[in-house]
């Protein structure tokens, strides 16, 4: 798309300097409630790239050397600065991703958690020491930064996905790029600009904008050391692949496709409350979405009319107003058209369809990217329903004969973050925790996503590396162990092994 002079143009943060960047190519920014543009994002690439990375280059040394604790307290005044901010920041984040104001307030304190996290930097990053490995001889390890990191961010959480990488990479000492999505650029940018007004140093934190070509200057850089990445399955894989090829440490989550188990002792009302909230919250935008329930026996099955009762009244509408629906947009126009297409392929394939958002319209916004809850039974496992990421408003539901049934369909799936189980039997939740292969668990709770102390453990073609994000495994990913082995020798002793 080229330019226009009428709309908002996002800018680059380089070097602690703000750049709206002339002469790329843009690509539109929406409010999916309306289907509005309301800003453009310039499109960098490799000449864009080069600068932060000699930028966040440059201020490595000094940013490696400040103590902890002085790297903390920037994350302290960036916590208070986000909570000052934090209704301000919701609302623009409901504005470019479409999700309702509770669900944005939601995603970023998921975020602001992992901002508490890393106000602990000086006890996270303690070493150890063990004196006398041998006599007169002691070993200690220590964390020491990596140098440049980057991250690169999806579309569907705009605050708590930066959040996850940002701030424990920059109290560990390293410096930051952040690529995040071309689609939900504006959270981004709001939360440069609090680092900057923390007092974070010049060049320890940049931004840039753009799609694969700007991804591919990073991942390429001989200056950048380590990658992390979110977004979907076969991007994330190739970034894997390219990003390790090219000596940089890696992780990569990727995609999903979450089993949720109701047995037939589950709580009935619980359980449906619980399965809505999975399957539509953020409109079924989640790589935590439940997004295919697994009812075992008729008691199971039973939940099944006070589900698509609870979907039918789910209101859909504008979140960039007062009044909140109990769901939002979609992303894009085509994201939904991509959605509705695999909706009708399955129906054409004989699953039915029992409740259907594909109809669905609000009268103040005729143009706004909606799509309303939807329920489809019968899905069988062969159908790229069942197989495929939905990443939409659409719940997937088949009706086991048993728990072993459900565990082996379950195990069935390429991917591997989340599973829940809802149950009242302490043996059938024991035995789905350890025999599913998935890395996040529910045990009657529906969206699994671990708080910020605990990694975020996808597994499968969830994740592609070894140390996953959040928790120490976090710190682990933004350190590299150094061993010092030291003998001393008291005063005038230097010949002791004489002695
Ligand atoms: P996406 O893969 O299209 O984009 C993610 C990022 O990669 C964006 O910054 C984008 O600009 C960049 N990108 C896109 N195509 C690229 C390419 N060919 N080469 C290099 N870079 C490229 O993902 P999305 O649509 O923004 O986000 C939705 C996906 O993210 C879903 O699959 C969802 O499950 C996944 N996701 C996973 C997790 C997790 O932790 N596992 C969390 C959130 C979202």
């Not at 009762?309 to 085509?334: C, F, H, N, W, Y």
Request: proline share 6%; with cysteine.
């Amino acid at each position: 798309m080229t330019p226009s002079s009428s709309l908002p143009r996002c800018r680059f943060f380089i070097g602690g300097e703000w750049s709206q960047a002339s002469g790329l190519a843009v690509s539109p920014v929406f409010n999916p409630s309306t289907g509005e543009m309301i800003a453009e994002v310039p499109l960098g690439g490799a000449a864009e790239v080069e600068a932060a990375v000699q930028a966040a280059h440059a201020a490595f040394p000094a940013w490696a050397d400040t103590p902890p604790s002085e790297r903390a307290r920037v994350m302290f005044k960036y916590r208070t600065l986000l909570e000052r901010d934090f209704e301000a920041i919701a609302r623009l984040i409901s504005r470019e991703h479409g999700k309702t104001l509770a669900e944005s307030r939601g995603d970023l304190f998921r975020g602001f958690e992992v901002v508490e996290l890393a106000c602990a930097a000086p006890t996270l990053l303690t070493g150890e020491l063990l004196p006398n490995i041998a006599r007169g001889i002691d070993g200690e390890l220590a964390r020491h930064p990596l140098g440049v990191c980057v991250g690169i961010t999806p579309f569907n959480f705009p605050a708590m996905i930066p959040l996850w990488m940002f701030p424990l990479a920059l109290v560990c000492g390293n410096t930051f790029i952040l690529k995040p999505s071309e689609r939900v650029p504006l959270t981004a940018i709001r939360l440069a600009e609090l680092l900057a007004e923390a007092g974070l140093p010049k060049g320890v934190f940049n931004l840039v904008h753009g799609g694969k070509p700007a991804v591919d200057a990073l991942l390429t850089h001989p200056l950048v050391k380590a990658v992390s990445f979110v977004g979907s399955t076969p991007v994330a894989r190739s970034i894997h692949q390219v990003a390790s090829a090219h000596g940089k440490r890696v992780q990569a989550n990727g995609g999903a496709k979450n089993y949720v188990v109701v047995m037939p002792d589950a709580d009935v009302g619980k359980t449906v409350e619980a399965v809505i909230n999975a399957a539509f919250g953020c409109a079924g935008e989640r790589c935590m979405a439940g997004s295919s329930v697994l009812t075992v026996g008729d008691r199971g099955r039973a939940v099944m009319p006070e589900l698509v009762k609870a979907a039918k009244s789910l209101t859909v509408g504008r979140t960039d107003v007062e009044t909140q629906p109990g769901m939002g947009a979609v992303i894009t126009a085509a994201h939904r058209d991509r959605v509705r297409g695999l909706v009708d392929a399955g129906e054409r394939e004989g699953a039915k369809v029992i409740a259907d958002g594909r109809g669905v319209k609000v009268k103040d916004a005729p143009n706004g990217f909606y799509f309303g809850a939807t329920i489809i039974e019968d899905v069988r496992a062969d159908m790229k329903l069942a197989q495929e990421e939905v990443f939409g408003p659409v719940l997937n539901v088949l009706h086991m004969s048993g728990l072993d049934e459900a565990i082996a369909l379950a195990n069935t799936s390429s991917y591997g973050n989340g599973a829940a189980i809802f149950t009242r039997s302490g043996g059938a939740a024991r035995e789905f925790k350890q025999r599913v292969r998935a890395g996040m668990i529910g045990i009657n709770v529906g969206v699994p996503a671990p708080m910020a102390m605990f990694p975020f453990s996808g597994w499968n073609e969830s994740f592609f590396g070894d140390l996953h994000m959040q928790g120490r495994a976090g710190v682990l990913f933004y350190t590299q162990p150094k061993v010092t082995t030291s003998r001393w020798f008291a005063e005038g002793e230097g010949d002791i092994w004489k002695k």
